[in-house]
């Protein structure tokens, strides 16, 4: 058999159990009225009362946060998401390959890896050396 039925048989079991109990008899009386919440809860303190440097903005939205960050930095951020996008395209393509026993698109896979490794190293190796600054003038990144 399998675990499906004995499954199926304890999830109905259990939904019986609860269906015979009999219903819990609500309360005659409720509960009595604490009062009105406390002020600090609910009621926000109107924007007019507060001081003019108060540094609190209830309702304001949050600031738009600027990219400090240099030149540098934001290129190796997006060579990295090049660099490992065309990894997990490599990846699927030698899936599909090795599933379909293709050899010679794995061989080439393989071989397109291998200068995409090469370039990304190369490049991350010419930021490190900008962002050193012993890059000279002239010289492309």
């Known amino acids: 058999m399998g675990r499906t039925p004995l499954i199926m048989l304890a999830l109905c079991g259990a939904s019986l159990a609860a269906a015979q109990k009999p219903a819990k008899q609500a309360p005659a009386e409720a509960p009595p009225s604490k009062g009105p919440p406390p002020a600090s809860i609910d009621v926000k303190r109107p924007l007019s009362k507060l001081r003019a440097d108060s540094l609190l903005k ?10 400090v960050r240099g030149d540098v930095e934001k290129r190796r ?65």
Not at 58 to 67: C, E, F, G, I
Not at 102 to 129: I, N, T
Request: glycine content about 6%.
């Open 58 to 67: 209830r309702d304001a939205p949050m600031p738009v946060l600027t990219d």
């Open 77 to 141: 951020d997006q060579e990295l998401v090049r660099h490992y996008s065309r990894m997990a395209e490599l990846d699927v393509i030698a899936a599909v390959a090795a599933a379909e026993g293709d050899d010679a698109l794995g061989e080439r896979v393989e071989s397109v890896r291998r200068k995409e490794r090469r370039r990304f190293l190369a490049l991350m190796r010419q930021l490190h050396e900008l962002a050193r600054g012993q890059v000279s003038v002239g010289q492309a990144p």
